[in-house]
């Protein structure tokens, strides 16, 4: 992996990473507000393949917030989501209860170093991935780290959730 890029004193996200052990690199690119897709934004910008950068969903499965991690040419299938988190029904969060329970904002939203732990799934493509990249925390800031791991430090299952 690259070497990571110095970011002050992280965001929750990498903080969580170091704390942890896990290697990780940090990748900074120039975010334009005028993006329609911050995750496919991210990937032309990193110079990237698609399926390598995902992007965090927060979704209400059942009254409950959970997240879907899911490459970011592709949609997240809320039936698949919520079967695999053995509920009924999954709709989109709204973005200020995501904003509030994650401490993120949106584009912004990384699977890791959220105020609080939820349930989460990763699509199963990762693990055809050897380095898998998703929000740093912050716009502008994504994270490259082994499938793996990225499932360990979110304590994530994974399930075929994108369509």
């Known amino acids: 992996m690259a070497k990571s890029k110095q970011i002050g004193q992280g965001t929750p996200a990498t903080v969580a990473l170091t704390k942890a ?15 329609k897709s911050y995750g496919l934004e ?9 399926a390598q950068v995902f992007k965090t969903l927060l979704v209400d499965v059942d009254g ?5 991690v899911v490459p970011v040419d592709r949609q997240l299938d809320l039936k698949a989501v919520a079967a695999a988190l ?3 029904k999954a709709t989109m969060a709204d973005p200020a209860a995501a904003e509030r329970s994650t401490g993120y904002v ?15 799934v990763v699509d199963s ?18 994270i490259a780290l082994a499938p793996a791991d990225l499932i ?12």
């Open 21 to 35: 052990g896990l290697p990780f690199t940090t990748h900074t690119y120039d975010h334009d507000p005028a993006a």
């Open 42 to 50: 991210a990937a032309e910008a990193l110079g990237l393949a698609t």
């Open 64 to 68: 409950k917030l959970a997240v879907g």
């Open 86 to 88: 053995n509920g009924k």
């Open 106 to 120: 949106v584009g912004g939203i990384s699977p890791i170093g959220q105020k609080r732990s939820l349930p989460t």
């Open 125 to 142: 493509s990762a693990a055809e991935q050897d380095t898998v990249y998703v929000s740093g925390g912050r716009r502008g800031l994504d």
């Open 152 to 163: 360990t430090i979110t304590a994530a299952r994974t399930a075929p959730i994108a369509r």
